[in-house]
């Protein structure tokens, strides 16, 4: 369950930034989990849902940009993207590639701020 | 007195690791490691692969040789691993994450407080046992070790690439029991060159000793390679299969 630290962290960061831009609640929050993250979405929502209790992120949708796993081919000389994550080879020519380009991120995007004043 | 307009939503772009604290921890760790000329080692694997033992006579050849060596390992609970490996006579410390399932940098930072790193060659960490949570976490080791028991059975690195694909080296152990569990070695190799394509593998016992002395040279190599007296270390950042697989710096963010 190392969903909860990741939800602390992520709440953390937002709540950081969230201050820095004024008396503001986190309306929305967005972020980018590669396929090869080790992050179970359904656990991070629930770890969000656990982490985000008494901070600025209340009420904040929980937004998840999953990024599929994408490996440079060095003899098509072209980056494709990984049908699964058992197999890094190139999908096209069949060649093992263990040059990935994408799919790693465990990224805070961006969050959607509201004002709390004069509400 | 107010109306009840609706407040406009504010974008805010942030693109952040959300563990950037810990990368940023993990990264001056290993700058300063380096620069000592100590190589450290992350040993990851599930519960039951058999890391401590290997980890015992790793230390135990090691101290046998003179080579000035330290170890910390995490569990969740009890100082039984830090006992069992002080039995090779090299300073072992205990970190009991108390319930976490995996190691962050600043917990290893904090327990190699007093010791003499500049002294040291080798620093190894033995990881709490777990395949899934560990891998996001960098703790600021030059060599990630994904270890794998022949007991296991050979399709683990199917179910869990991530951590086999963060990992700079295998190790399957206890090939002493291969033939008694009918391990099927063509097809575990095949397995870990799928999901890490060219990562070495090494077949080990810390029973019979097999294995050990190819280990042992491995990690004399590794530390051959280190950038001596140099605070940064190129080719991290540079994405794409670098040497070091966990740090590969696939995503571009601005404030890093």
Redesign the interface.
């Known amino acids: 369950?190392?969903e909860l630290?990741?939800a602390t962290?992520?709440t953390a960061?937002?709540t950081q930034?969230?201050a820095e831009?004024g008396d503001?609640r986190v309306?929305?929050v967005t972020?980018?989990i590669?396929q090869?993250?080790?992050?179970h979405e359904d656990a991070l929502r629930s770890a969000f849902d656990i982490a985000r209790e008494g901070t600025p992120l209340a009420a904040a949708d929980l937004r998840i940009v999953a990024v599929p796993v994408r490996v440079?081919c060095p003899h098509c000389l072209a980056e494709r993207e990984l049908p699964g994550?058992?197999?890094?080879?190139c999908p096209d020519c069949g060649r093992?590639?263990?040059?990935?380009?994408?799919?790693?991120?465990?990224?805070?995007?961006?969050?959607?701020?509201?004002?709390t004043a004069?509400? | 007195m107010?109306h009840p307009v609706a407040?406009?939503?504010?974008?805010?772009?942030?693109?952040?690791?959300?563990?950037?604290?810990n990368d940023e921890t993990a990264r001056a760790m290993r700058a300063r490691f380096e620069s000592l000329g100590l190589l450290v080692v992350n040993l990851v694997s599930s519960p039951g692969t058999g890391k401590t033992s290997f980890l015992l006579e790793t230390l135990r050849r090691l101290a046998a040789r003179n080579v000035p060596v330290a170890a910390v390992v995490g569990d969740l609970e009890t100082d039984n691993d830090a006992r069992r490996l002080a039995a090779s006579g090299v300073p072992v410390r205990q970190i009991m994450t108390h319930g976490?399932?995996?190691l962050?940098a600043d917990m290893v930072e904090a327990h190699l407080a007093g010791w003499d790193l500049a002294g040291l060659h080798y620093l190894f960490v033995e990881n709490v046992g777990n395949l899934?949570?560990p891998?996001?976490?960098d703790l600021g080791e030059s060599v990630r070790v994904a270890l794998l028991s022949v007991t296991e059975g050979e399709d683990k690195p199917?179910k869990y690439?991530?951590?086999f694909?963060t990992a700079d080296i295998a190790v399957i152990t206890k090939i002493d029991l291969a033939a008694a569990c009918e391990f099927d070695r063509d097809r575990a190799l095949e397995n870990i060159?799928?999901?890490?394509?060219?990562?070495r593998v090494l077949e080990t016992s810390a029973k019979t000793g097999a294995g050990i002395d190819d280990w042992l040279a491995f990690l004399t190599d590794r530390r051959q390679t280190l950038p001596r007296a140099c605070d940064t270390s190129p080719g991290r950042e540079s994405?794409?299969?670098v040497v070091l697989g966990h740090d590969?710096g696939?995503?571009t963010?601005p404030d890093d």
């Open positions: 369950m190392h630290s990741i962290k992520v960061l937002a930034h969230a831009h503001c309306a929305a972020l980018r590669g090869l993250s080790c992050v440079w994550i058992q197999r890094f080879a093992p590639t263990g040059d990935i380009r994408a799919g790693c991120e465990l990224d805070l995007e961006s969050l959607e701020l509201v004002e004069d509400t | 107010s407040p406009t939503p504010r974008i805010l772009e942030v693109r952040t690791k959300i563990l950037k604290a976490l399932c995996h962050e899934v949570c891998t996001s976490w199917l690439p991530g951590l694909n060159a799928a999901v890490r394509p060219g990562m994405g794409g299969a590969r696939t995503t963010t």
